[in-house]
């Protein structure tokens, strides 16, 4: 849901599945929420920026594909 919202609110998961971005940065994140559970400081909050690469990319594939279609 993380990813799906920060690429765009009214996307469905269907919508975004085939997209490897998508896979791609969830289980990125996935993994840096799971290397960080339990510590609480400012740098764990931080995503990654492999992570913040992948949903922009994503953004700029879904919303290019999202007006195409129109």
């Known amino acids: 849901d993380y990813v799906r919202n920060a690429v765009d609110s009214?996307?469905?998961t269907d919508q975004m599945e085939p997209y490897s971005q998508f896979d791609?940065?969830?289980a990125m994140l996935?993994?840096?929420w799971h290397q960080n559970?339990?510590?609480v400081d400012t740098a764990s909050q931080e995503l990654p920026f492999s992570v913040i690469s992948m949903i922009q990319q994503l953004r700029g594939l879904f919303?290019?594909?999202s007006i195409n279609n129109q």
């Open 37 to 39: 559970r339990g510590e």
């Open 24 to 26: 791609i940065a969830v």
């Open 10 to 12: 009214t996307a469905t």
């Open 30 to 32: 996935t993994e840096f």
């Open 63 to 65: 919303t290019s594909n």
